[in-house]
Each structure stands twice: as C-alpha cells, then as structure tokens.
C-alpha cells in the first residue's frame, strides 16, 4: 500500500479512549493530506536485524516492532489513518499527525501480537481484523483481563488472557503481565477496574518479556505510579515507556520526566524507548514530549535507545 493509497483505506476512526477537547474534535473532523501528515525520517531495516539481537523499532504511538533473539512481537499495533468508530457521518476519535514507518504489509509476521489495553489506540479492530486476514490462524495473540472479548472473533492461532502478576510462555518467550495505573474501558458506560470493579471490569495491562535471559518492558499506557517498584528485581533491560497525551489526561497518562522516573528508579531498566506520542492529536505540541525528554535526560543515568518514529534500537546479546 503506497501512502496515498493508505489515507483512503482508512474508514474506522474515533477514540473511545480519549477525552474529546475542542483541538482534538476540530483535528476528527479535517481530513489530512499526505503533504499534512509528518513523514518518518528513518525506516527500520529489517533485512539486517539478526537473530541473536533484540531489536526495537519505533513504528508510531504504542506500535513497536521487536525481534526478541529470533522471535517478532507487534506491540498494539495501529496502521490506519484514524481509530475508533463513525458517528451520523462524523469521526469521533484522533486522526493520525504522523505516517506509520512501516505500512502493515511491511511488517513481517508476528510470532506473537500484544495488546495492552482494549482502547480504540492500542486495540485497533480494522488493523487486527487486516492482520489476523493477513496470516488466518496463524497469530498467537495476548491481551490483558477481559478484553478478549473485543478481538476473540477474528482469525488467531490462540488468544491468551494474561491478569497482573500472571505469567504465561508462548513461542519460547516468557510474559507477565504487570499492573499500570490507567483506565480500561472501551465505550463510555463500561465496567473497569480503575472504578473499582475488579472482576467484571476492563483490565490494562503493561508486560514483562523475557527470553534467553533477557527482559524487555512494554509498558502499554500508565500515569505516573509505584507500580513497577515490585518488578525491580526482575533486572528488566528494556523499557519501553508512554511519554504522551498527559495534557489534558495527566490522571491516566505520565509525562516524560514521570516516565523516565519509574523506568530507571521504580524498576532500574537500563535502556529506555519512548513511545505514545508524535502519532495522534493530544493536548500537548506535537513533538513537546520527546523534546522534553531530551531535556531531562541529562540528569538520569538510563539511556534512550531511539528518539524518533522509525528509528531502531539494537540491543546485542
């Protein structure tokens, strides 16, 4: 799919996981040109990523691509021009500011597809629905507690419920799921678990990854909390970590400072990947939170294994 061809395919649009301001609703309703949209500087070159390196490539928003020793995993992957669904013939949910690195045809197939949280931004339908046509029955698929429910009627291999703290191997990769602090329901009206209904109630998970000994974090969507203190010792050497849409949404959403914190301090990861922004229309300029974080990062002992959508970061083992 060529770039142009990309912007007409997308017709599901909308967010039911953002709150609607007034520069997010005017963003719905503008269609973007190509010559609109932010073009990725860097793309990953897969062909030269290796089987014994970890490999990490930044695709836009919560979408990461990683070669874990040999292994793919495709972080709550999002290629269309927009997310969410239609309403009386109008968009309701973010359009993207930034074009994907690689389009999903690019993408090699996944070993293993993680979701973190069913939100229209990290559990897009039409691209699992494309994906899992892509390669019918043949996607191992992980989503946090009850959200199954939101994908398990398209074409996987398995579909496996992983709560906090639980753990599971698939594809010789060991996970555990670990708790954020967030929000997990989908449609306005839904039972979550951050309004206290832990059995019932969408659940939102960040993942602890860990293969041939070493630990890579996917840390899904979190505001700033002392969650990851526990999983210290865990020795985690990656951590992938939201540092956008804290403005208007700093109850469910970290800043890059914030992020930095609970990645080195909270759970001593060594390297840090930022993710969840320069993608889609939040409160905050565009490209504030990655230059925050280049600001900050001075004063922190982790280092930042890539700065932009595209870019890769390697990890030899």
Same mark, same amino acid.
């Given at each position: 799919m060529d770039r142009r061809k990309?912007? =007409?395919?997308? @017709?599901?649009?909308?967010?039911?996981?953002m709150i609607l301001t007034p520069k997010i609703i005017k963003a719905m309703n503008t269609s973007p040109s190509v010559a609109d949209m932010i073009v990725p500087s860097s793309r990953p070159k897969l062909e030269k990523w290796k089987d014994d390196e970890i490999n990490i490539a930044w695709i836009g928003h919560a979408t990461v691509l990683i070669n874990f020793l040999g292994k793919y995993i495709l972080t709550d992957p999002v290629f269309f021009e927009a997310v969410g669904v239609y309403f009386e013939g109008y968009i309701l949910g973010p359009r993207r500011a930034s074009l994907p690195a690689l389009m999903l045809e690019d993408i090699p197939k996944p070993d293993i597809v993680?979701?973190?949280?069913a939100h229209m931004d990290h559990m897009d339908y039409k691209t699992l629905k494309a994906?899992?046509? =892509?390669?019918? @029955?043949?996607l191992d698929c992980i989503v946090a507690y009850?959200?199954?429910?939101?994908v398990e009627d398209l074409k996987w291999k398995s579909i496996s419920v992983v709560d906090w703290d639980e753990k599971i191997?698939?594809?010789?990769?060991?996970?555990?799921?670990?708790?954020?602090?967030?929000f997990g329901w989908r449609y306005p009206g839904e039972k979550d678990r951050s309004a206290g209904y832990f059995i019932d109630g969408r659940s939102f998970n960040g993942f602890?990854?860990?293969?041939?000994?070493?630990?890579?974090?996917?840390?899904?969507?979190?505001?700033?909390?002392d969650k990851f203190k526990?999983?210290?010792?865990?020795?985690?050497?990656?951590?992938?970590?939201p540092i956008g849409a804290y403005k208007p949404w700093r109850k469910y959403h970290c800043t890059p400072e914030e992020a930095l914190v609970m990645a080195e301090y909270h759970l001593g990861a060594k390297y840090f990947i930022p993710i969840h922004t320069k993608t889609?229309?939040?409160?905050?300029m565009i490209f504030e939170p990655l230059n925050w974080l280049a600001r900050t990062i001075k004063h922190y002992q982790i280092k930042v294994g890539l700065w932009d959508i595209g870019e890769t970061f390697t990890l030899k083992v």
């Open positions: 990309f912007l =007409k395919s997308s @017709v599901i649009v909308g967010a039911g996981s993680l979701l973190s949280h994906l899992t046509e =892509k390669y019918p @029955v043949e009850n959200t199954k429910d939101v191997n698939i594809n010789g990769i060991h996970f555990k799921g670990v708790e954020v602090q967030h602890i990854m860990e293969r041939h000994g070493k630990k890579v974090l996917f840390g899904g969507d979190t505001t700033f909390a526990k999983h210290k010792e865990e020795n985690v050497d990656i951590a992938i970590m889609f229309d939040s409160g905050e």
